[in-house]
T-cell receptor, first 114, second 112 residues
Framework: ETGVTQSPTHLIKTRGQQVTLRCSSQ?????VSWYQQALGQGPQFIFQ???????GRGNFPPRFSGLQFPNYSSELNVNALELDDSALYLC?????????????FGSGTRLTVV | SQQGEEDPQALSIQEGENATMNCSYK?????LQWYRQNSGRGLVHLIL?????REKHSGRLRVTLDTSKKSSSLLITASRAADTASYFC????????????FGPGTSLSVIP
């Protein structure tokens, strides 16, 4: 299977709840990165996983956490949701050591916190 | 904080014209990438240029990189209405293994 798939596509949660977003990496890719994109802005780097370990983190609080599984799929977990967490969450996979193709992005999960 | 800054923030041109977008960045990079995003959907990788390259072409796209000025430009020739999208530059820094940081983007409108 090629391409990056994210689920769900849309999600509405209440402030204070927890959410888990999922991502299946492109076949052959071993690195997954997560980004948060607010409306009208560029994607903000949350963190990156390589070989199931966090390999770099952006300026996001600890309530944003993640996992990468042996099959290179990944989860983004956000606890204690705040209204400002409403955004498009993007997952991107890549192959470390081969940067010729850049990142392959999924279509994103649109999270709305009410 | 974002590494790259695109200029202009918004650009409106007629179909058939060329569109030029610029990107400036702050620290040394391993490579610079350009992406396109249609209406809040996922980003599509357009082209990657390495720090030791000065120019790269892909179809109607031409990217230049000037590491002395820490800047890059993306030229889309003979634009089409389908090129209407947001365009982002993104940099992979030498000190961050494969982490890619995006700028705020340029919104391009191509008027038929």
């Amino acid at each position: 299977e090629t391409g990056v798939t994210q689920s769900p596509t849309h999600l509405i949660k209440t402030r204070g709840q927890q959410v888990t977003l999922r991502c299946s990496s492109q076949s052959g890719h071993n690195t997954v990165s997560w980004y948060q994109q607010a409306l009208g802005q560029g994607p903000q780097f949350i963190f990156q996983y390589y070989r199931e370990e966090e390999n770099g983190r952006g300026n996001f609080p600890p309530r944003f956490s993640g996992l990468q599984f042996p099959n290179y799929s990944s989860e983004l977990n956000v606890n204690a949701l705040e209204l400002d967490d409403s955004a498009l969450y993007l997952c991107a996979s890549s192959l470390v050591g081969d940067r010729g193709d850049g990142y392959t992005f999924g279509s994103g999960t649109r999270l709305t916190v009410v | 904080s974002q590494q790259g800054e695109e200029d202009p923030q918004a650009l409106s041109i007629q179909e058939g014209e060329n569109a030029t977008m610029n990107c400036s960045y702050k620290t040394s990079i391993n490579n610079l990438q350009w992406y396109r995003q249609n209406s809040g959907r996922g980003l599509v990788h357009l082209i990657l240029i390495r720090s030791n390259e000065r120019e790269k072409h892909s179809g109607r796209l031409r990217v230049t990189l000037d590491t002395s000025k820490k800047s890059s430009s993306l030229l889309i020739t003979a634009s089409r209405a389908a090129d209407t999208a947001s365009y982002f530059c993104a940099t992979a820094a030498r000190t961050s293994y494969d982490k890619v940081i995006f700028g705020p983007g340029t919104s391009l409108s191509v008027i038929p």
